[in-house]
């Protein structure tokens, strides 16, 4: 019984994540509905090997394909995730075929195999890896999922490779549009690329100990389901709370004929004055980076202009990307507030800042002065006795 249920593990940690994310999907960009899809994928090749190793032999001869297929999926299919994070609104038939062809092609090779071999044959290679090699079906099978077995780890290498490139060179895009330091950093989504491979490590592991060995090693099962179980779970919770790393542009037909962005895309000293005052209003007198999900389409819209216009002044006037020009702000206001209260307690003033939580507020004091938050506190209670 309790061999099922570690079994079963991966596959229901899969699937709650595939649910979760699909039922939280109001409001959040379309690559977490596509997370939400793709969780169904580890889960559906989860339980083809819970029929392996349950063991349910009848059942697993006819699932043996879909696992080939389904493990082949995993890392085209994580990388479409990331192209959504990156550079595509959605994803094209066409770019889903292109990406997807090598699964397809070394499934259908595959199948040519299973069908090549007799349902005899196939069941004892399948179960009984004594069989005699001198087969010529059992040589091609042995060769057909060979082949399998270096793919998946060569398309691990080099998806994870290529997922990293577009998150690096898309980085600068959050930092100009999110106010939230953790949604700006893009370490985050560089840490949900890698956590893919701890399952494809784990996989590994398990392959060169051999499924003959683990079918009576059910310490190795439980180390090994185990693994799995808590990297679907990272994946899921990191994938919850990644935002889009390039978010949508703008788009002119949303903006008046006044705000439209001229030819040679620069403004004029005058159009700059203008929005620079507006913003400033917005941030000295009226408090705007109170707002802990502020983005800047957000102030886009309150001021009447557009990204583009915002996003250049900032990075003009003041040298900052919109994400250091908020939280800038934010940390004054943490330091009036420290020296005006000095024993008040400082996990009680990230709401007044604009931090959304205690965590939100030290990763941005963190970053911006590159100090604790204690230390943060000493260092502007001992400038004060200075001055």
Known sequence: MVRIVILLAPVFMSLFWAVSLMIGNKGH???RRYLSVFMLVPALLMFCHFLYFAPFPD???YFDLPLQFFGLLVFPLYHIYFRLLTVDDEISYKKLIQLNII?????IVYVVAVFNSSLPEYKAWLFDKTISPSIPSVRFLHFTRMVIKITFFVQAIYYVA?????INRNADRAVQFYSNVRDAQTKYAKMLNLSILAPG?????LVLIGRSFLMSADVMIFLGWSSLTVAFY???RMGAWQKVINPDLEHTNDIRPSQKLISNHKIQEFDQDAVLNKILVEFTENK?????????QDLAKTIGSNRTYISTVINQKFNQNFCAFVNGFRIKELERLILENPDFILLRHFTNCGFGSLNSMKRSVMAFTGLSLSDFKSSVLKKEQRA
């Open 29 to 31: 960009h379309v690559s």
């Open 59 to 61: 059942l697993f001869v």
């Open 162 to 166: 290529a997922n990293h490139i577009l």
């Open 201 to 205: 490590v784990v996989t590994l592991v």
């Open 234 to 236: 990272l994946i899921g």
């Open 103 to 107: 699964p397809a092609l070394f499934t």
């Open 288 to 296: 705007m980076y109170r707002r802990c999900d502020l983005t800047i």
